[in-house]
C-alpha cells in the first residue's frame, strides 16, 4: 500500500469533481502534480502541489484554488484535517483509523511491503565491476561492484527483470601481458631463478599459484614450446583461475552475478559477431570510410592518420566518429564495445546500465551513440560513473599490506571491518560524489556509525519478540494476529512511527527512477533514528514501552508496529546487500 500513490489518486478524483476543472479538463496536465510528505512533518502526513500547478490554466490564483480543492477533500472521511500553506501548497493530515490500515496492510504484507511493479517485468540488464581478469579485485572496484549490485537488488525490487552481469576482458594485450608474467611463474616453480619481475609484467605473487599448477601439470613440457604454443594453454589456465579468485573477492562482499560474459566470445570464429555487429550498422547506413582528425591533447591508442571504416556515431549523440576496423584490417576495441551491446540488444533487454569507474567519464557519449546506432532507439543505455574511494583511519591515509603488488585488495578490506560496513558505507554517498572510507568510524558502535545504527534498530526490533515471548510465553505472533490488534494504535508518537515505515514504497520507486541505491540506505537510516528516539521514550514514559506485562492487548498491538518496522528494515538492507542481525554484540 503506496498512501502517497493513493492520495494522488484521491486529489486527482476530487479535482474532476470541481465544475472548474471539468470545463478545461483537456487543458490541464495532471501529470505535473505530486504528492509527498511535507518537509515540515508537523504540517501534515502529506502534501500536493495541485493547486500551484493547476491555478494559471485555470485562471485563479493558487490559494483561491487551494481553498476550493481543500473543500472537497473534506469530504475523504480518511482526512482528519487539511489547510493551506505558504503560496499555495495544500496540507493534509490523515485520520487514526487510515494509519491503522496502513499498519494492517505493512504487518500483513511483511518483507514484501514496498515491492512495486513500477518495472512493468522490462528486462534491464545491469553490468558492474567487469575488470580486466589479470589479478584480484582491489579497493577501486569496490564501490561500483556495490553500488551496481545493490541498483540490481533495486530494480528487481520495483518490478524490473534483472540480470546482474559481469563482462570478463580477457582479449586483448593485457591478457597477453598476464600470460607472459605467468609463464615467468611457472619458470619459478620448475626450479628456475628469475629475479625481480621486467617491468611491463604484473609483479604480483597471487600469480605464483598458477604457475605452480602449470608446473604440476605439464612440467618442463611448456618451456620445450616456442611461444605461439604455450601462448593459449598459459592464457586459458591464467583466466580461468584469476576468474576463480575475482569470484571469490566477490563473493566475499556479497556480490554475485547472473552472467560472466567473455569478450573472447566476441572475437571467436574469426571475429563473427564483431562482423556481424558492424554489418548492421552498415545497412542501417551508420558506417563509412573515412579518416579522423588528430583529437586535442593524448592520442588514443586506436587513432590512425589513414582511412579506415568508421562508425557515424556523431549522427547519434557522440562528439566525434568512432573507429570500427583499422586501415591493417584489425577491429578496434570500440567494435567489441558495438557487439557487445548488440548481443545484450539481442537477448531482449530493454534497458542497459554500465556501472563503471570516474575515469570512464570519456566512454558515455560513445555507448550511448552506440545504443541509438544499433537498437534504432528502442534501447535505452545508462552509465553511472563512480568517483574514488579513499581510504583513512582515524583521519590518516591508510596504509595497508600490498600482497598484490602495488593496490590495496578489496579482500583486505572486507576482511578487516566485515561486508556489512563495506557494503553499506559505499552507498552512504552519491556515487558521483567521492567517497571517504575511514576503518575507525564503519566499526565503533554510535549513531555516527549508518551501518551500525540501522543493524541495531533491527536488532532491537527481534529483542522486543523476546521480551514478548517471556512477558506472555503462550502468545505466537503470526502476521494475522498482529493485524488485528491494529486499532489499539493511537498515540501520535506511534503515528509518527508508522508514517515513516510508510514512505518506504514511495522510496522505492523514487531510487529506482532516479537509479540511485544511496536513496535506501538514507532512508534506512532515518527510520532508523525515528524507531531508536520512540524506543528512548520508552525508557521515560512507561505507557509508550512495547512490552507492558501488565498490558496483553496494548503490547500485542505495538508488537504489530515493531514487526512492520522491523520488515522494513529488513527489506531495505537486502536492498543493499546488507544483514538485518537478530541480535547484536
Not at 102 to 115: H, K, P
Not at 456 to 484: G, I, N, W
Request: include cysteine.
Amino acid at each position: 500500500m503506496n498512501l502517497f500513490t493513493d492520495f494522488e489518486a484521491r486529489i486527482k478524483n476530487a479535482l474532476e469533481q470541481l465544475e472548474l476543472v471539468k470545463e478545461k479538463r483537456s487543458e490541464l496536465d495532471f501529470g505535473r502534480i505530486a504528492v509527498e510528505p511535507p518537509r515540515d512533518a508537523t504540517h501534515g502526513d502529506v502534501a500536493t502541489n495541485a493547486a500551484m500547478v493547476l491555478a494559471k490554466p485555470l485562471g485563479t490564483n493558487p490559494r483561491a484554488l487551494a481553498e476550493i480543492i481543500i473543500a472537497k477533500l473534506q469530504e475523504d472521511t480518511d482526512v482528519a484535517e487539511v489547510s493551506v500553506a505558504g503560496p499555495g501548497f495544500i496540507n493534509i493530515r490523515l485520520s487514526v483509523g487510515y494509519w491503522q490500515r496502513v499498519l494492517d496492510a505493512m504487518i500483513r504484507t511483511g518483507t514484501d511491503y514496498g515491492r512495486s511493479v513500477l518495472g512493468q517485468g522490462k528486462k534491464v540488464n545491469v553490468e558492474y565491476v567487469s575488470a580486466n581478469p589479470t589479478g584480484p579485485m582491489h579497493v577501486g572496484h569496490c564501490r561500483g561492484a556495490v553500488v551496481g549490485d545493490a541498483l540490481a537488488n533495486l530494480l528487481a525490487f520495483a518490478g524490473y527483470d534483472v540480470v546482474k552481469e559481469y563482462y570478463i576482458n580477457d582479449a586483448g594485450s593485457q591478457i597477453d601481458v598476464l600470460a607472459r608474467s605467468v609463464f615467468l611463474r611457472y619458470r619459478e616453480a620448475l626450479g628456475e631463478r628469475i629475479g625481480d619481475i621486467p617491468s611491463g609484467l604484473y609483479p604480483g605473487d597471487y600469480l605464483v599459484p598458477v604457475g605452480q599448477s602449470l608446473a604440476a601439470e605439464y612440467g618442463v613440457r611448456l618451456h620445450n614450446m616456442p611461444e605461439e604454443q604455450w601462448m593459449p594453454i598459459v592464457k586459458d589456465r591464467a583466466i580461468e583461475m584469476m576468474m576463480v579468485m575475482i569470484r571469490e573477492d566477490l563473493a566475499a562482499l556479497n556480490v554475485h552475478h547472473g552472467v560472466f560474459f567473455s569478450e573472447r566470445t566476441l572475437h571467436a570464429n574469426g571475429a563473427a559477431a564483431i562482423r556481424t555487429a558492424i554489418n548492421d550498422l552498415t545497412f542501417k547506413g551508420y558506417v563509412y570510410k573515412g579518416t579522423l582528425p588528430p583529437p586535442k591533447g593524448q592520442l588514443p591508442e586506436d587513432w590512425e592518420d589513414r582511412e579506415q571504416t568508421l562508425f557515424r556515431s556523431t549522427e547519434v549523440g557522440d562528439d566525434i566518429d568512432r573507429p570500427l576496423i583499422k586501415s591493417d584490417g584489425s577491429y578496434t576495441y570500440f567494435a567489441a564495445d558495438v557487439a557487445y551491446f548488440k548481443n545484450k540488444f539481442d537477448r531482449g533487454f530493454d534497458e542497459m546500465i554500465y556501472v563503471l569507474g570516474a575515469d570512464h567519464g570519456g566512454y558515455v557519449k560513445r555507448l550511448e551513440a552506440v545504443a541509438r546506432g544499433v537498437s534504432e532507439g528502442k534501447a535505452k543505455l545508462t552509465v553511472l560513473l563512480c568517483q574514488l574511494v579513499k581510504l583513512y583511519r582515524d583521519g590518516e591515509p591508510v596504509k595497508m599490506s600490498k600482497r598484490s603488488g602495488d593496490f590495496v585488495t578489496l579482500r583486505d578490506v572486507v576482511e578487516e571491518v566485515g561486508r556489512d560496513s563495506v557494503r553499506f558505507m559505499m552507498l552512504y554517498r552519491k556515487n558521483s560524489e567521492p567517497l571517504d572510507f575511514d576503518f575507525a568510524k564503519v566499526t565503533e558502535q554510535s549513531k555516527d556509525n549508518p551501518v551500525f545504527y540501522v543493524q541495531y534498530a533491527h536488532a532491537r526490533c527481534m529483542s522486543v519478540f523476546r521480551q514478548a515471548k517471556e512477558a506472555f510465553p503462550d502468545f505466537a505472533p503470526t502476521p494475522e494476529l498482529l493485524a488485528q490488534s491494529v486499532a489499539g494504535i493511537r498515540d501520535s508518537a506511534e503515528l509518527q512511527l508508522i508514517a515513516k515505515a510508510a514512505e518506504f514504497p514511495r522510496v522505492v520507486e523514487s531510487a529506482a527512477q532516479s537509479q540511485e541505491p544511496h536513496r535506501i540506505a538514507f532512508y534506512l537510516y532515518d527510520l532508523a533514528s525515528a524507531f531508536h528516539a520512540h524506543w528512548n521514550k520508552g525508557k521515560d514514559q512507561t505507557e509508550l514501552r512495547f512490552v507492558n506485562d501488565k498490558n496483553r492487548e496494548s503490547s500485542i498491538a505495538r508488537l504489530g508496529l515493531v514487526y512492520a518496522v522491523a520488515s522494513v528494515l529488513k527489506s531495505g538492507l537486502a536492498i543493499t546487500g546488507t544483514a538485518a542481525p537478530d541480535e547484536m554484540r
